[in-house]
């Protein structure tokens, strides 16, 4: 692991006071490599290792620590605030009822996480309606008709063929007169490229005017997360992000790379394919995960 | 990259950052770039050009892992398909049976993944697009037992190819992987040497975590094939090659869509020169 690797790099370096530009040359390229092997973006990697490098050049040695351990520390640090220190939950004030779109690439969990964030809802207190937005994928809209049963929650009764953005609008106002006051709205998984699908995200999101667009990206996702979530946060423009099939073992360096690129904040992670496995974003659990 | 017209260290640098963008991994990209700098070395590559030209053969010499055809005289030839959570198993079945059908063949679709919201129906739907029947039973039954039933209706029925859609699952976890394990055991017990074809989905814009999918996959079901899907995207798929070259297991397809017409064979020349555009 990272601390191991470390410590060999950095055993030429006992009896030095300061840790310097040449000496921890070797160390921050073994948290070069053990980031790139964790998926973080290469370009990110790049600029990461430049702040680390930054922060440590010219700082003294502490007693209690290795330099390995201190080069450690001051990685871990940066990687938690990148990643985010607070707990961002969602912002639902405003117009209601409140609205909640969520977006990505095909497979991603979207329509699972819509469930799950209208049963964790509901558990606060609010009164959620589910949305199926999806008219293109088969079966789509019975997925969360059974996901939405299962956790007793309300559906739209979309009918296949509709236009999604119809969906939507009508969705919102049948909400509002049923008093249910959290819309979540799960749309059709796209490719970031395809600029028909991207357009019809964006014409759903100006009629809409949701508080939060989530973008639902898979844990497991490689160098690719940059472009992904660059293309989302152009062109749609989002609020956070949900990561998800976070309980396998994937590094899960691609929640670094989506942050670094967009600046939007994890909110949440999925964590089973059970309606449960929904918990609030901490940056510890990602964050030992990409140092491995 | 074709303007410079010396090898040096940014060219070298450059390339790498380029594989390692396409997620083929910082060992494999080690790797290789030894057998490229040491070529460079001993002064067998004269310029950029054909520095680019050794690095393309690397490339396909890991890649070029050709897969036996399918010997449909096994009937039925039985395929089972097995991935992660949404790499697209499902999907990839409903191409690989209209293309089963577009050679004249009669295909069978089981539906063993028993666990997720409308997986039957989604699989159904494909079915009916198709014209091809689906063995199922309700939700939440056990797997297994699909299947069995599964391979009885294919034996009934006379069909040239049943494929199986499971579950996607976790590949660390460990109850998942045993349930896979005895859906491939029933398969064998009603059909001598069945699961003929264990496909194993991977999704392209994966990264590193592919090879771990592969390891444990592998051994729990015994792979004989990958497809990758999702390259339509803008991923390129670079862990193909570490898999290719590790685990030594062909791909056979790549998926280029959603559609049922989306279904390539695997071309390693083809897939090397996306790597560089
Ligand atoms: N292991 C695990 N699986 C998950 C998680 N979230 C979703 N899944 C699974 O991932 C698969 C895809 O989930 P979906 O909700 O259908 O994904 P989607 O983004 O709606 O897919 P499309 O609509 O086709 O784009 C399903 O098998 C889900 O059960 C998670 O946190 N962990
Ligand atoms: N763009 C693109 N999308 C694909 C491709 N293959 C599958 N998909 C999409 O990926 C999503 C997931 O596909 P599924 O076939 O449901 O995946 P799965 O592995 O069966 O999912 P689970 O059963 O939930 O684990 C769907 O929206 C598919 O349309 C492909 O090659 N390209
Ligand atoms: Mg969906
Ligand atoms: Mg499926």
Not at chain 1, 165 to 185: E, G, H, P
Not at chain 1, 218 to 228: E, F, K, P, R
Request: aromatic content about 4%.
């Amino acid at each position: 692991n990272l601390s191991g690797r470390l410590d060999a790099a950095f055993k030429r370096l006992k009896g030095y006071g300061k840790l310097s530009e040449e000496n921890i040359q070797e160390g921050l390229r073994e948290v070069r490599l053990a980031f790139l092997e964790a998926d973080v973006n290469y370009k990110v990697v790049k600029d990461f290792i430049a702040s680390v490098r930054e922060k440590a050049v010219g700082q003294e040695v502490m007693d209690s620590l290795t330099p390995a351990q201190q080069v450690i520390k001051i990685v871990h640090e940066e990687l938690i605030n990148l990643l985010g220190r607070k707990f961002q939950g969602l912002n639902l004030a405003g117009r209601q009822p409140a609205v909640i779109m969520l977006a990505g690439l095909q497979g991603s969990g979207k329509t699972t996480t819509a469930a799950k964030l209208a049963r964790w809802l509901k558990g606060k207190g609010r009164r959620p309606y589910l949305v199926p937005a999806d008219v293109y994928r088969p079966a789509a809209i019975d997925q969360l008709k059974s996901l939405g049963a299962q956790i007793k929650v309300e559906v739209h009764p979309t009918e296949p063929g509709a236009s999604p953005v119809d969906i939507a609008r009508q969705a919102v106002s049948k909400a509002a007169l049923a008093n249910l006051d959290t819309v979540i709205i799960d749309t059709a998984g796209r490719l970031h490229v395809d600029e028909a699908l991207m357009s019809e995200l964006k014409d759903m999101k100006s009629v809409v005017e949701p508080q939060e667009t989530l973008l639902v990206a898979d844990a497991m996702t490689g160098q690719d997360a940059v472009n992904i979530a660059n293309h989302f946060d152009k062109e749609i423009g989002i609020t956070g992000v949900v990561l998800t099939k976070l309980e396998g073992d994937a590094r899960g360096g691609a929640a670094l790379s989506i942050r670094a690129v967009t600046g939007r904040p994890i909110k949440f992670v999925g964590v089973g394919e059970k309606l449960d496995a929904l918990e609030p974003f901490h940056p510890d659990r990602v964050a030992n995960r990409i140092l491995g | 990259l074709l303007g410079r017209r010396t090898i040096d260290p940014e060219l070298l640098d450059e390339l790498e950052e380029i594989l390692i963008m396409a997620d083929m991994g910082v060992e494999t990209v080690q790797n290789i770039f030894e057998q490229i700098r040491s070529d460079v070395r001993r002064n067998e590559l004269k310029d950029p050009k054909a520095l680019r030209q050794r690095l393309k053969e690397c490339l396909l010499e890991r890649l070029s892992i050709q897969p036996p055809d399918m010997d449909f005289r096994q009937k039925p030839f039985v395929i089972l398909v097995v991935g992660v959570n949404g790499v697209g198993k499902t999907t990839t079945i409903a191409k690989l049976a209209h293309n089963l059908k577009k050679q004249g063949k009669s295909v069978l679709l089981v539906a063993a993944d028993t666990f997720r919201a409308a997986a039957v129906e989604q699989l159904e739907a494909w079915g009916r697009r198709i014209g091809a029947p689906v063995i199922k039973h309700g939700m939440n039954a056990d797997p297994s037992a699909v299947a069995y039933d599964g391979m009885e209706a294919a034996v009934k029925r006379n069909v040239d190819v049943v494929i199986v859609d499971t579950a996607g699952r976790l590949h660390t976890k460990v109850n998942l992987m045993e349930e896979l394990k005895k859906i491939r055991r029933v398969l064998g017990k009603k059909i001598p040497g069945a699961p003929h074809e264990v496909l194993l989905i991977l999704d392209a814009t994966t990264g590193q975590n592919a090879i771990s999918q592969a390891r444990l996959f592998n051994e729990a079901a015994r792979i004989t094939s990958i497809a990758l899907t999702k390259l339509d995207g803008t991923a390129k798929g670079g862990i193909a090659a570490s898999i290719t070259s590790e685990m030594k297991i062909p791909i056979r397809y790549i998926g280029i869509g959603e559609g049922m017409e989306d279904l390539r064979p695997f071309d390693p020349a083809e897939f090397v020169e996306a790597l560089f555009s």
